[in-house]
């Protein structure tokens, strides 16, 4: 089957927890940009205050150079005058212009400041940097005292610094670069690592999304799944107000995956899921409980908050034919419906629906009921009786009751098939009508036939070795999942171990409903089950679909008529005896007994003997007997089965 798309939730619904806003991934893409930007600024600054130190720090050595330069020329010169006083004394260097000349002759104004600085502290250095024609100029004036120490000359000296600035501005811009280059490595290290980081903080979210979705919605429909709805339900159940619930089952779903294929019944899943969406709006609560169940709830007071009507549409929308390849796949749904009461808990209230889903199962399927009062009365009852059941099951106390199955001409007793009966506390018999499908629905119907199996073989190994004992087959029995992993043939080998009967001695009873699969592992157990020594009968043969493929697609031993034949010939229905003849041609053609069941007259056990049934069953024979009662039926048949044949054991 293609994969489905589940529909998508609405956040109301609670069905995925709103996404957190990514306050993380924007925190730290601003504390990214952030730090970018502090460094940038920062190495901006730092650049500005290092050249500005750099250039001071140059200048001072140059001007310090100069000066120890100046000094030292200037007490060369002044040993050379003869004058102390001398003007105007030029000498020129490489990079030097050299002047020398009295304080008093000072001819611009920088000279003639210096001069004023001079005479006030001779040991100071005044200098300028100046912009030349051909570049920077340090202008240097110091005091040289003279040669003969009376009075003071002043020391020009201009250096060309331009060249050691320019070296200085050329390794301050390398510095520049190293740092900008350095601060771009970090910015793109830390833009590296904040993308790093969203990318981990969105697979992260991706997988809290996919792991949440896992844990709060139902994988092939999207819908809510039990726990999430349980949670929610609770959550609504202790909110103000009343509020409903409706369970929905799909009718007869494993006939459908028998019948196409698992991925048949996964398409029709879906299409429920998606459907049952589609009626209701956020505010409900839509969920699958598993398999082919589902269920709703929602508050009184909400749009399209009438339960009955809206069960009503689940029915209606459901009855809706399903397209499947080349099929049209029909299926319909039964729904219970169940409104609390004020302050209920869910749990009382999903029990409640429980019950009218059973009610509308009873009732025919395809139909929404309404719990009431009436349904609470039998929801009672229904607890009481499974109560009983599940103790009977512990303590092995089920009664088997043994009615008789006789030779339609001899009278003589054929087999007896084992009934089950249960009793309650005060010993009152319940109808196996109320307990049998509760036991189906329970999933106890293995656990009681495999008692049934091993306590009818054990008695019945006590009769005389013409007399059978019939033993009814449940469907559930061919699962060996239901049968705690067991297979029924591995049962009914150890039954015989245990009881010591011969094989042919016990007939084993199954339904159409077992056959409705064609299942290729049913066949193949029933083929082991015969291959054992086992007898097989078909039972109630013409109450249900009576295909004529069941007789030659199995070789069964017997044939047993419905009891509604039986019935049909007390209303005097037209064309019975056609119908009835038809089917014993067709069963003693394929070498069948044919059992009818339900004689209650001596009319109607003549009617079956003359259209060809071998063997009767019924009220005019004998009512099921307990098994304190078999010993004594089986001597009074053998003492009157000669004088009265059929009628040896009525009354």
């Given at each position: 089957?293609?994969?489905?798309?589940?529909?998508?939730?609405?956040?109301?619904?609670?069905?995925?927890?709103?996404?957190?806003?990514?306050?993380d991934?924007?925190?730290?893409?601003?504390?990214?940009?952030?730090?970018?930007?502090?460094?940038?600024?920062?190495?901006?600054?730092?650049?500005?205050?290092?050249?500005?130190?750099v250039?001071?720090?140059?200048?001072?050595?140059?001007?310090?150079s100069t000066?120890?330069?100046?000094?030292?020329?200037?007490?060369?010169?002044?040993s050379?005058?003869?004058?102390?006083?001398?003007?105007?004394?030029?000498?020129?260097?490489?990079?030097f212009?050299?002047?020398?000349?009295?304080m008093?002759?000072?001819?611009?104004?920088?000279?003639?400041?210096?001069?004023?600085?001079?005479?006030?502290?001779?040991?100071?250095v005044?200098?300028r940097v100046?912009?030349?024609?051909?570049g920077?100029?340090?202008?240097?004036?110091?005091?040289?005292?003279?040669?003969?120490?009376?009075?003071?000359?002043m020391?020009?000296?201009?250096?060309?610094?331009?060249?050691d600035l320019?070296?200085?501005?050329?390794?301050?811009?390398?510095?520049?670069?190293?740092?900008?280059?350095f601060s771009?490595v970090i910015?793109?290290?830390?833009?590296?690592?904040?993308?790093?980081?969203?990318?981990?903080q969105?697979?992260?979210?991706?997988?809290?999304?996919h792991?949440?979705?896992?844990?709060?919605?139902?994988?092939?429909?999207?819908?809510?799944?039990?726990?999430?709805?349980?949670?929610?339900?609770?959550?609504?159940?202790?909110?103000?107000?009343?509020?409903?619930?409706?369970?929905?089952?799909v009718?007869?779903f494993?006939?459908?995956?028998?019948?196409?294929?698992?991925?048949?019944g996964?398409a029709?899943?879906?299409?429920?899921?998606?459907?049952?969406?589609?009626?209701?709006?956020?505010?409900?609560l839509?969920?699958?409980?598993?398999?082919?169940e589902?269920?709703?709830?929602?508050?009184?007071?909400?749009?399209?908050?009438?339960?009955?009507?809206?069960g009503?549409?689940v029915?209606?929308?459901l009855?809706?034919?399903?397209p499947?390849?080349?099929?049209n796949?029909?299926?319909?749904?039964?729904?219970?419906?169940?409104i609390?009461?004020?302050g209920?808990?869910?749990?009382?209230?999903?029990?409640k629906?429980?019950?009218?889903?059973?009610?509308?199962?009873?009732?025919?399927?395809?139909?929404c009921?309404l719990f009431?009062a009436?349904?609470?009365?039998?929801?009672?009852?229904?607890?009481?009786?499974?109560?009983v059941?599940?103790?009977?099951?512990a303590?092995?106390?089920?009664?088997?009751?043994?009615?008789?199955?006789?030779?339609?001409?001899?009278?003589?007793?054929?087999?007896?098939?084992?009934?089950?009966?249960?009793?309650?506390g005060?010993?009152?018999?319940?109808?196996?009508?109320?307990?049998?499908?509760?036991a189906?629905?329970?999933k106890?119907?293995c656990?009681?036939?495999?008692?049934?199996?091993?306590?009818?073989?054990?008695?019945?190994?006590?009769?005389?070795?013409?007399?059978?004992?019939?033993?009814?087959?449940?469907?559930?029995?061919?699962?060996?999942?239901?049968?705690?992993?067991?297979?029924?043939l591995a049962?009914?080998?150890?039954?015989?171990?245990?009881?010591?009967?011969?094989?042919?001695?016990?007939?084993?009873?199954?339904?159409?409903?077992?056959?409705?699969?064609?299942?290729?592992?049913?066949?193949?157990?029933?083929e082991?089950?015969?291959?054992?020594g086992?007898?097989?009968?078909?039972?109630?043969?013409?109450?249900?679909?009576?295909?004529?493929?069941?007789?030659?697609?199995?070789?069964?031993?017997?044939?047993?008529?419905?009891?509604s034949?039986?019935?049909?010939?007390?209303?005097?229905?037209c064309?019975l005896g056609?119908i009835?003849?038809?089917?014993?041609?067709?069963?003693?053609?394929?070498?069948?007994?044919?059992?009818?069941?339900?004689?209650?007259?001596?009319?109607?056990?003549?009617?079956?003997?003359q259209?060809g049934?071998n063997?009767?069953q019924?009220?005019?024979?004998?009512?099921?007997l307990?098994?304190?009662?078999?010993?004594a039926?089986?001597?009074?048949?053998?003492?009157?089965?000669?004088?009265a044949?059929?009628?040896?054991?009525?009354?």
């Amino acid at each position: 089957m293609s994969k489905l798309a589940p529909p998508l939730l609405n956040p109301q619904t609670g069905g995925i927890p709103v996404k957190r806003a990514p306050i993380d991934s924007w925190l730290s893409m601003h504390v990214v940009v952030g730090v970018a930007l502090i460094l940038l600024i920062s190495s901006t600054i730092a650049n500005y205050f290092v050249s500005r130190a750099v250039q001071r720090t140059t200048m001072e050595t140059l001007i310090s150079s100069t000066t120890i330069i100046a000094r030292n020329i200037g007490l060369h010169l002044n040993s050379d005058l003869t004058k102390p006083h001398q003007p105007n004394h030029r000498r020129s260097r490489s990079q030097f212009d050299i002047e020398l000349y009295d304080m008093s002759t000072a001819r611009d104004a920088f000279a003639r400041s210096a001069a004023e600085q001079l005479r006030q502290d001779p040991t100071r250095v005044i200098h300028r940097v100046l912009n030349g024609e051909n570049g920077r100029l340090l202008r240097l004036i110091i005091s040289v005292p003279s040669a003969t120490g009376h009075s003071r000359a002043m020391l020009e000296i201009r250096r060309d610094v331009d060249r050691d600035l320019a070296a200085v501005d050329k390794m301050l811009s390398r510095l520049m670069w190293f740092r900008n280059l350095f601060s771009l490595v970090i910015v793109a290290a830390l833009a590296w690592l904040s993308f790093q980081t969203r990318k981990r903080q969105k697979d992260q979210r991706r997988l809290f999304d996919h792991v949440t979705t896992m844990a709060y919605t139902d994988s092939m429909t999207g819908l809510l799944n039990r726990g999430r709805f349980m949670e929610l339900g609770h959550r609504l159940a202790a909110g103000n107000g009343r509020y409903f619930v409706l369970v929905i089952d799909v009718d007869h779903f494993k006939e459908i995956n028998d019948e196409f294929g698992h991925g048949a019944g996964d398409a029709v899943i879906f299409e429920v899921g998606r459907r049952l969406s589609g009626l209701v709006d956020g505010a409900h609560l839509v969920a699958r409980l598993g398999g082919d169940e589902f269920i709703m709830a929602g508050r009184l007071h909400m749009p399209n908050s009438n339960p009955v009507a809206l069960g009503r549409s689940v029915v209606e929308t459901l009855a809706q034919p399903l397209p499947y390849g080349n099929h049209n796949l029909s299926f319909s749904a039964s729904v219970g419906c169940a409104i609390s009461e004020t302050g209920e808990d869910l749990d009382s209230v999903i029990l409640k629906a429980d019950e009218a889903l059973y009610h509308a199962k009873q009732q025919g399927r395809n139909r929404c009921e309404l719990f009431s009062a009436e349904l609470q009365q039998c929801r009672l009852e229904r607890r009481r009786i499974e109560k009983v059941l599940r103790q009977a099951l512990a303590n092995r106390s089920f009664e088997l009751h043994y009615q008789p199955v006789v030779d339609g001409v001899s009278g003589e007793i054929r087999s007896f098939e084992a009934l089950l009966r249960l009793k309650d506390g005060e010993g009152n018999l319940i109808s196996p009508s109320l307990f049998i499908p509760m036991a189906e629905d329970q999933k106890l119907i293995c656990a009681i036939g495999e008692q049934v199996l091993h306590e009818a073989m054990r008695f019945a190994a006590t009769w005389p070795e013409h007399v059978s004992v019939n033993i009814n087959l449940s469907p559930r029995q061919f699962a060996p999942q239901e049968n705690n992993g067991s297979p029924l043939l591995a049962i009914l080998e150890q039954a015989l171990r245990e009881t010591g009967i011969s094989p042919r001695r016990v007939v084993l009873e199954v339904t159409e409903n077992v056959l409705l699969s064609e299942s290729p592992d049913i066949m193949s157990q029933l083929e082991a089950i015969r291959a054992l020594g086992f007898r097989t009968a078909l039972d109630d043969f013409g109450s249900g679909y009576s295909s004529l493929s069941y007789l030659w697609k199995f070789k069964f031993d017997s044939l047993k008529i419905d009891q509604s034949f039986a019935k049909a010939f007390s209303s005097h229905s037209c064309n019975l005896g056609e119908i009835v003849r038809s089917i014993t041609t067709l069963a003693q053609s394929l070498q069948l007994d044919v059992v009818a069941e339900g004689v209650e007259t001596e009319e109607a056990a003549e009617f079956f003997c003359q259209n060809g049934c071998n063997a009767l069953q019924g009220y005019l024979i004998s009512r099921p007997l307990p098994a304190t009662d078999v010993a004594a039926f089986i001597l009074r048949n053998a003492e009157r089965a000669h004088d009265a044949p059929l009628l040896a054991f009525a009354g």
